[in-house]
T-cell receptor, first 113, second 113 residues
Framework: SQTIHQWPATLVQPVGSPLSLECTVE??????LYWYRQAAGRGLQLLFY??????ISSEVPQNLSASRPQDRQFILSSKKLLLSDSGFYLC????????????FGEGSRLTVL | AQSVTQLDSQVPVFEEAPVELRCNYS??????LFWYVQYPNQGLQLLLK??????LVKSINGFEAEFNKSQTSFHLRKPSVHISDTAEYFC???????????FGRGTSLIVHP
């Protein structure tokens, strides 16, 4: 069966510090991968998506970046965090050529102080 | 591009009362329809989906939704809610062939005893 894990679950970081959130999918190959941000417990903002290794599209200009060093690994990064980067970050995957159903990770709550 | 409207940001209801969460989307051409549920501090989970066939789809915990092509709607209903149904609900139409999922802003269902 397929599983998705993201970590860390909770993170408190000072303004200006770097960020690395990791997401790994198991039990499938060549998934479409997504990073979302959810602010104040409402709405989903698509940040990045990837249809293959080193194929990443950015949906919102910001100080965040994403990388996909391996087929089933998706990393969200920042060199210098802003207060506005606080939020709940969700990783998700979709089967290539599937019916569009998304499978979400448990989420990572980031607080920037 | 597909767009979606969840008209109600918050729906308060008493336990055992019926509820309807509304969802309208922009186009019925080649679309799959999904409802996701998010419990506090968790990722989203698929609640139910319409792919084809019968326009009425049901979940294992008593929710149902009906695909209405002429009204481009996919409203979610439950005849009798429980306290445990308190959560955020997201409607998500997906256009076949698209890499980018579309999510509504979410409806917060609050069930009071």
């Amino acid at each position: 069966s397929q599983t998705i894990h993201q970590w860390p679950a909770t993170l408190v970081q000072p303004v200006g510090s770097p960020l690395s959130l990791e997401c790994t999918v198991e039990g499938t190959s060549n998934p479409n991968l997504y990073w979302y941000r959810q602010a104040a417990g409402r709405g989903l903002q698509l940040l990045f998506y990837s249809i293959g290794i080193d194929q990443i599209s950015s949906e919102v200009p910001q100080n965040l970046s994403a990388s996909r060093p391996q087929d089933r690994q998706f990393i969200l990064s920042s060199k210098k965090l802003l207060l506005s980067d606080s939020g709940f970050y969700l990783c998700a995957w979709r089967k290539t050529g599937g019916t569009g159903e998304l499978f979400f990770g448990e989420g990572s709550r980031l607080t920037v102080l | 591009a597909q767009s979606v409207t969840q008209l109600d940001s918050q729906v308060p209801v008493f336990e055992e009362a019926p509820v309807e969460l509304r969802c309208n989307y922009s186009s019925s051409v080649s679309v799959y329809l999904f409802w996701y549920v998010q419990y506090p501090n968790q990722g989203l989970q698929l609640l139910l989906k319409y792919l084809s066939g019968s326009t009425l789809v049901k979940s294992i915990n008593g929710f149902e939704a009906e695909f209405n092509k002429s009204q481009t709607s996919f409203h979610l209903r439950k005849p009798s809610v429980h306290i445990s149904d308190t959560a955020e609900y997201f409607c998500a139409p997906w256009s076949r062939g698209s890499y980018i999922p579309t999510f509504g802003r979410g409806t917060s269902l609050i069930v009071h005893p």
